[in-house]
T-cell receptor, first 114, second 111 residues
Framework: ETGVTQSPTHLIKTRGQQVTLRCSSQ?????VSWYQQALGQGPQFIFQ???????GRGNFPPRFSGLQFPNYSSELNVNALELDDSALYLC?????????????FGPGTRLTVL | SQQGEEDPQALSIQEGENATMNCSYK?????LQWYRQNSGRGLVHLIL?????REKHSGRLRVTLDTSKKSSSLLITASRAADTASYFC???????????FGAGTQVVVTP
């Protein structure tokens, strides 16, 4: 177990709705990254937050947004849900001082969009 | 798009046999990492190899890296049923930042 927690575990939404996923980083980690993993695929980088600022973004539309809080926990928000947003959403926490900035992954949130 | 490509996509072996999977990528890298994922859950970090390293070992795992061919291999020796999982390679092009994953190799180890 990495100490990274995510909630909820599973979520079912309908197309057009909005969703918020939450991640608590491992103690002492100030960086959180979010990934989307479609069924049968590898994770795709969505964005990264470092000390409450977004400092890197993958090829995802603006309806994917995030926040990082002073305690370094994080939220991923997705607006106007589409069927293709159905996936496992993973967050990973890290700290630049950790050798090679190793990322520690949470168990994920399974989002189903109907 | 996936930056790494694993080969094979699926592998079925018996306990005690070795499992080898390969990863190819297209860009210059800072390091390459291998992860395991059980039943679509969180990723577990297995091993990291830097761009200036050629081979690393960790327990029953052996990773090689050939930057001239832009490829890496993961060998699991004396496999166990508990090794059944999906294995992903991920590249990092700078010292920190996003990981770029391949599509994975699904390994099934039968008793």
């Amino acid at each position: 177990e990495t100490g990274v927690t995510q909630s909820p575990t599973h979520l079912i939404k309908t197309r057009g709705q909005q969703v918020t996923l939450r991640c608590s980083s491992q103690s002492g980690h100030n960086t959180v990254s979010w990934y989307q993993q479609a069924l049968g695929q590898g994770p795709q980088f969505i964005f990264q937050y470092y000390r409450e600022e977004e400092n890197g973004r993958g090829n995802f539309p603006p309806r994917f947004s995030g926040l990082q809080f002073p305690n370094y926990s994080s939220e991923l928000n997705v607006n106007a849900l589409e069927l293709d947003d159905s996936a496992l959403y993973l967050c990973a926490s890290s700290h630049p001082s950790i050798l090679y900035n190793e990322q520690f992954f949470g168990p994920g949130t399974r989002l189903t969009v109907l | 798009s996936q930056q790494g490509e694993e080969d094979p996509q699926a592998l079925s072996i018996q306990e005690g046999e070795n499992a080898t999977m390969n990863c190819s990528y297209k860009t210059s890298i800072n390091n390459l990492q291998w992860y395991r994922q059980n039943s679509g859950r969180g990723l577990v970090h297995l091993i990291l190899i830097r761009s200036n390293e050629r081979e690393k070992h960790s327990g029953r795992l052996r990773v090689t890296l050939d930057t001239s061919k832009k490829s890496s291999s993961l060998l699991i020796t004396a496999s166990r049923a508990a090794d059944t999982a999906s294995y992903f390679c991920a590249i990092r092009t700078d010292s920190w930042g996003k990981l770029q994953f391949g599509a994975g190799t699904q390994v099934v180890v039968t008793p």
